[in-house]
Each structure stands twice: as C-alpha cells, then as structure tokens.
C-alpha cells in the first residue's frame, strides 16, 4: 500500500479550482491567498491533513502550482523573508511540535505573517555548531537564556527564532542541547544589524539577557536539541540547494545570457572572446544539470528529515554560483571593476535580490553562498563521511564532557 493518499491528479486540480473560486491570486494579497491555500490543504501537500497538506506524494505541488498559473497571471511564491520559516521552520515544528502549537505556528509561517529565524552560529561555533555556548536553566516552567548568536538572517524582521542552547554542560557536546522557539520579542532579546560586503544587512548579532522562554516552547525533549538541529540543518541545505530556477535556462542564468547580449565584442580579443564562450557554454550546462538535480531531489524528498543528499545540492549550488558571478563579472570587462553610485548600508527586508547593478551586487553576494548553511568544505566532510562511507574526520572532543573541552 502506499505511503500517501489517495487524491489523485484530477482531484487535485479540482480542490485547486474550488480554492480559485473562494480567492483568486488577482483579487487579492499574498498573505490572504497563502492563508486559504494552507486552509485547503493546498501549501505543501505532503504534510498532513489539517496542516497545510493532504498526505500526498511532494511531486504533487508540481500540479498545485500549475494548475493555479492556468488560471491567473499572479502566482505568490515563498515571500523572500519566510524563507527560513517555511524551508526549515516548518519542517522542524511538523517534526516535533504538539498538535497545538502546529495550529499555532505553521499557517502563520506558511501565509508570511510570521518571519522565523535560526539561531545556531555564535562568535566560537559555526562549522561546530554543537560546541556552542548559550546556556538555558530551568526556573519552574521557564527556561531562562544568556549567551549570544550571529549571523541570524532576518531576525530584525522575525516573530520567533529557532534556538539551540547548552543545557547540561556536564555531558559531551552534542548530548547536552535543547531545541527552543523563542518570541524574538521577549524582554532580553536583543538584534543587532551586521552589514555584508553588498552593504545590505541580511543578518544580524542576537543577544540574550536572562530571556524568559515557556518550558512548552521546547522542541523534543530536553537534551535532545541536536537531533531537531539536524533536521533544521539539513532541510535548509535542501532549502539553499534547490532555491534556483524551476525553468529551463530561466532565474539567474537568463541574467547572465542577457549580460552577453549586451556586452561589446570589441572590448575583448577574438582569443578572450572565444574563452568566454566557451566558459558561457559550460556555466549555462552546470545551472541546467543543478535545475534537474534540484527537480528530482524534489521529487524524492519526503517530509520531515532529507537524508545527507541534500549536501550534494547546496556544495554545487554554491560553487556553481561563484564561478557563475566570476563569469558576470569578466564578461563586463572594464565595467565590471565599478561599483554603481548609491552603495549605502541599510537592512532589507528579507533576502535581497539587488537590481540594480544586478551582476556586480551578485557577485558580492555569491561568496556567502559557501558560507550560509554549511561550508562547502563541511558538506564535503558531510559527503564523504554519510554517502561515500569514507573514515570520519579524528573527533577528540566526543567523550569529553563538554565544560572540560579547552576552548579560547
Ligand atoms: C549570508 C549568511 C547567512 C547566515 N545565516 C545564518 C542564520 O540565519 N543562522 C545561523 O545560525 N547561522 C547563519 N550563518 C552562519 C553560517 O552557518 C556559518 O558562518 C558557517 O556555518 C561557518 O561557520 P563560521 O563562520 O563560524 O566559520 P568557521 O566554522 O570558523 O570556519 C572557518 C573556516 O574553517 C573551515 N573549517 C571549519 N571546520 C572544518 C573542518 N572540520 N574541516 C574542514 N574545514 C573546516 C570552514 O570551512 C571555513 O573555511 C550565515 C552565514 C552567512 C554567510
């Protein structure tokens, strides 16, 4: 028997119908329209019922999507700042919240109402995340956090924060965390812009001042953080690796196409000129074979915890990228050496696409891209440990009691 449920295509389509008659993308917001579509079953299908799915197959959001475009020139995609919320937020309270507070969180997460953010990485725990230092201490039904986190994007937009704390010391690292949501407007919580090369602050420093989180608020049991970090962790790298272009030579490729176009042929000699064809070519074959990887590992994902493949997407998507705004940047020439008037500090509200001066604010964006949800040499550690078999990397720190492990 199979896994999921039995609506099949036509069915699907006809629930879509239904959902397009009571509210059509044209008439109204995106927030309305997530909001009715979580209602009917129709965000992420794989999810249960009464939880924004309906228990089928996640190749069936092919028809969701499709059927809606069918009928109306306005499609709302994932808003720009839910993504976090959505990628790794939703999975991680499907996994391990109760009922109620799936009813709490996820249709909020899913419309764009609530902005979620991670807040993992600290000043001495990035790649060992699970080496971190916040403390949480039980006072009755509260758990009261001291300690600091960075990099957090969008936390100055978001609602609530998903937080990993240290709350036994005593015991080796990964033993001793505990998985939180935090109101990121609780007294005590404190963001901080960090500004990026762009000069965009998609991220933040988050402080913590004796912050008051409810003990309901914990994700799984108390010590057993990492296991909810991990399905955090490996849904984004799914999330990153597949974020690009649904469309044959469509999103950032096209960009890249256009530049080309645009450029002069004069300004470069018929020697450099035929290396960065031949550079255009190979690009443009790269981003192809990441939308058809990214289409299948789609098609095969399930709900929940995607298994350590999701690393394959997010190391190629990054490196991918590099070399692909390297190439933007080349295929300017001269031009591509100036950054445009207006280069100013400022937080955006949510992941910025930068416009304007599209290609150079990309370039400056794609070095994160090895950086944000993993290293790309993690996700080869990753590879070579969980799907090639190959010897785990020495771990001296494993048996030690996380207080006695040297740190500076
Ligand atoms: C744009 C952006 C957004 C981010 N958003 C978030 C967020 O929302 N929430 C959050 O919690 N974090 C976020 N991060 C943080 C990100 O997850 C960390 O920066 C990343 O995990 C690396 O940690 P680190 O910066 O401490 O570097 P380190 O871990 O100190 O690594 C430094 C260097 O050493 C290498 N290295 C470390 N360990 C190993 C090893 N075992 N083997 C081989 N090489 C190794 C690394 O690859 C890297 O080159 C974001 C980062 C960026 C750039």
Redesign the pocket.
Known sequence: MSEFSSIDESELRARVRTLLDEVHPEKVDSQTFRAKQYEHGLALVQFPEGFGGLGLSPKMNYVVRDEILQHSKIFYDNPPASI?GIGMGMPVVLTYASDDQKRRWLPKIWSGEEIW?????????????AGLSTRAVQDGQEWVVNGQ???????HLSKWGMLVARTNPDVPKHDGLSYFVVDMESPGVEVRPLY?ITGEA??NEVFFNDVRIPAENMLGKEGQGWRAAITTLMNERVAIGGAGSKKKGGGAISKLVDLWKERDPASASPAQNAILRDRMTHTWIEQELLRLTNARAAAAAKSGNPGPEGSVGKLFQAESAKRMWELAIDVLGNKGLAFEEGYELRQVAGMSEGTEAFAKYQFL?SR???????????M??ILGERVLGLPG?PRVDKDVAWKDVPRS
């Open positions: 976090i953010c991670q807040m993992f990485s600290e000043p001495s725990a990035g790649s060992d995340v986190k960075v990099w957090t994007t969008v936390a990026q998609e991220f964006r994160a891209n090895s950086i944000e949800g993993g290293t790309s040499e993690i080869k550690n990397e």
